[in-house]
């Protein structure tokens, strides 16, 4: 484990997000001062979701997730916004592999329809 668990985390993520869909282009969006690393973006068929480290807790943004079935019940923020929904991960937080996984197969359907 490294000093920083976000990164372990967002490195977990990103296995996850490959392992589901092994064709997904990532990229590395919005480099500033405060966020030399950037963001990572992960698309397959349009944007599927974002990767942010935040003080505290790493943010998996899922672009469509409004329109993405998630019956595992993993979308724990943005639940109210009109587009996109979220999970917040923290230190101890567990993440159910399969479920996420599917999540992200669920979201690619999304963008395909």
């Known amino acids: ?40 973006a992960f698309s397959l068929a349009g944007l599927i979701c974002t990767v942010e480290k935040y003080k505290g807790k790493v943010k998996v943004n899922f672009a469509k997730g409004s329109s993405v079935k998630d019956p595992d019940h993993l979308f724990n923020a943005s639940l109210e916004a009109p587009v996109g929904r979220s999970i917040d991960l923290r230190e101890d937080d567990e993440l159910d592999a399969d479920a996420f996984t599917a999540l992200i197969c669920e979201a690619v ?5």
């Open 1 to 40: 484990m490294t000093e920083d668990w976000r990164v372990d985390r967002v490195d977990e993520i990103r296995s996850l997000i490959k392992q589901a869909e092994p064709d997904v282009v990532e990229q590395i969006k919005w480099r500033t001062k405060s966020n030399p690393d950037g963001v990572p």
């Open 109 to 113: 359907k999304v963008n395909r329809k």
